[in-house]
């Protein structure tokens, strides 16, 4: 009788000893982060981000031409043509070609500042990247294509398509100065080609869709050249953004200045 007294008071202590060495440990441990649960996800996820925007345009400076065509419940077409030029996806000028009556417009983006020139008015006029530049286009779907820089990715699952296997990511924006503030996106996993995504307001409503098709070789590799924006609110209104006439372009800084404007044609 006294034996097991002995062996069950030595169990309570040895029970007690492991509890204490848990409470221990956990409160020693960090609490977990997103990015401590997956950190790979994360890495994965912005180098995927990364080369698919590499697949859209070039890194190095360069000019491209764009023709927007939106159609509305079959109504005839509105066609608007711009010129942009970019210097490292982060600053970026878009002149205004046709219609001969908004000519001489021109859009300028230095980050995620953005201002627009107009002939009539003395000073440039501050714009917002999510602003409606026409159709389903927003200022910032012109201006700046840099969702490396513009959101926190995070890779979702892979998904098939056809016979090809695509990455979904969701892109959260960084601040609630970019275009978008959630972006749905989807990459081909063999080459990084965008084909897909939904774009989505701060409160989680999906406003367009966009596809991403006829890849052609511009500047040393395919890229599409032609984005076809859906609106998923209302339905029944097209923007077509067709890209063209593309080449690199030595750009200098002076350029992306509110001063420089007047001088661009």
């Not at 840099?146 to 056809?162: M, Q, T, V």
């Not at 695509?166 to 503030?181: M, S």
């Not at 989807?186 to 991403?212: G, I």
Request: charged share 25%.
């Amino acid at each position: 009788m006294e034996s097991m007294t002995i062996r069950h008071s030595g169990v309570k202590t040895a029970l007690a000893l492991l509890l204490l060495t848990f409470s221990a440990w956990s409160a020693a441990a960090p609490a977990a982060t997103p990015a401590q649960e997956d950190p790979g996800n994360e890495a994965m996820a912005r180098m995927i981000v990364q080369k698919a925007d590499e697949v859209r345009f070039p890194a190095d400076s360069f000019q491209v031409d764009v023709a927007i065509t939106t159609t509305t419940n079959g109504d005839n077409p509105d066609v608007h043509k711009y010129r942009v030029l970019s210097k490292g996806n982060t600053n970026s000028v878009v002149m205004v070609t046709e219609p001969a009556s908004e000519r001489g417009q021109i859009i300028l983006m230095k980050g995620r500042d953005l201002w627009i020139f107009m002939p009539e008015v003395s000073q440039p006029i501050r714009l917002a990247l999510s602003q409606r530049l026409t159709g389903q286009v927003a200022n910032g779907d012109l201006a700046r294509a840099n969702f490396a820089a513009d959101y926190n990715p995070k890779l979702l699952r892979s998904e098939k398509i056809g016979d090809d296997s695509y990455f979904v990511l969701e892109l959260i924006g960084v601040d609630r100065g970019v275009t978008y503030q959630r972006v749905l996106y989807w990459v081909r996993e063999k080459d990084s080609w965008p084909y897909r995504a939904e774009f989505y307001s701060l409160s989680n409503r999906l406003l367009k869709t966009c596809k991403y098709e006829n890849y052609q070789t511009m500047e040393g590799r395919k890229r599409p050249t032609r984005l076809v924006m859906e609106d998923a609110l209302r339905g029944g209104e097209q923007s077509v953004l067709e890209y063209g006439s593309m080449k690199l372009r030595d750009l200098p800084d002076k350029i992306f200045t509110k001063d420089y404007l007047k001088k661009l044609d």
